[in-house]
C-alpha cells in the first residue's frame, strides 16, 4: 500500500482512525468500543452521523477496522493521521509566544526600544555567523 498514491481519494482526508472516530494513541479496548459505537450508529440512523459529508456505512466501517489490525496498514494510517492542534496550556503558550515574536518585530522595524516587559536583545548581525556555510563552498577560517 503506498500512501501517496491517490487514487480517487485524497488519502489524508479520510483515514481508518477518522472513520472509526478513534485516537492514534488509543488502546486496543478503546478502540474496539468506538468501532462498536460506530456500527451501532450506523444501525440506527446512518444518516445523521455523516463523515466529511458522506454517510458512512458498516462496509467502510470494516475496512477500517482490517486496516487497522495488520501492523502495516495501521502505521500508514498513522502516518496520514494528522495530530489534533494544541489546546489548553499549550495554546496559552503559544499565544503568548507569538505576541512576544509581534512585539519583537514591531521594535525591530520601527527602530523603537526592546519591549519594556522582556529583558531580551538579540543582535540579528550575528545570525549570519551562526548559520553553516552553502554546501557549494568551503568553510572560512
Known amino acids: 500500500m503506498n500512501p501517496w498514491s491517490w487514487n480517487d481519494r485524497n488519502p489524508y482526508y479520510e483515514t481508518a482512525f477518522q472513520v472509526l472516530d478513534v485516537d492514534p494513541t488509543a488502546d486496543r479496548?478503546?478502540?474496539?468500543?468506538?468501532?462498536?459505537?460506530?456500527?451501532r450508529r450506523i444501525a440506527?440512523?446512518?444518516?445523521r452521523f455523516p463523515l466529511f459529508g458522506e454517510t458512512l456505512t458498516v462496509a467502510r466501517v470494516n475496512a477500517a477496522e482490517e486496516q487497522l489490525a495488520a501492523p502495516r496498514s495501521r502505521l500508514a494510517a498513522e502516518l496520514?493521521?494528522?495530530p489534533v492542534g494544541p489546546d489548553g496550556d499549550d495554546l496559552?503558550?503559544?499565544?503568548?509566544?507569538?505576541?512576544?515574536s509581534?512585539?519583537?518585530?514591531?521594535?525591530?522595524?520601527?527602530?523603537?526600544a526592546p519591549v519594556q516587559d522582556h529583558?531580551?536583545?538579540?543582535?540579528?548581525?550575528?545570525?549570519?555567523?551562526?548559520?553553516?556555510?552553502?554546501?557549494?563552498?568551503?568553510?572560512?577560517?
Open 119 to 141: 529583558d531580551l536583545h538579540l543582535d540579528y548581525r550575528v545570525l549570519s555567523h551562526l548559520l553553516p556555510p552553502p554546501i557549494d563552498q568551503e568553510p572560512t577560517a
Open 102 to 112: 509581534r512585539a519583537l518585530d514591531a521594535a525591530s522595524n520601527s527602530g523603537a
Open 29 to 39: 479496548a478503546t478502540v474496539r468500543a468506538r468501532i462498536a459505537t460506530r456500527r
Open 44 to 47: 440506527y440512523d446512518a444518516g
Open 80 to 82: 496520514l493521521t494528522h
Open 92 to 100: 496559552a503558550t503559544l499565544c503568548e509566544m507569538l505576541e512576544l
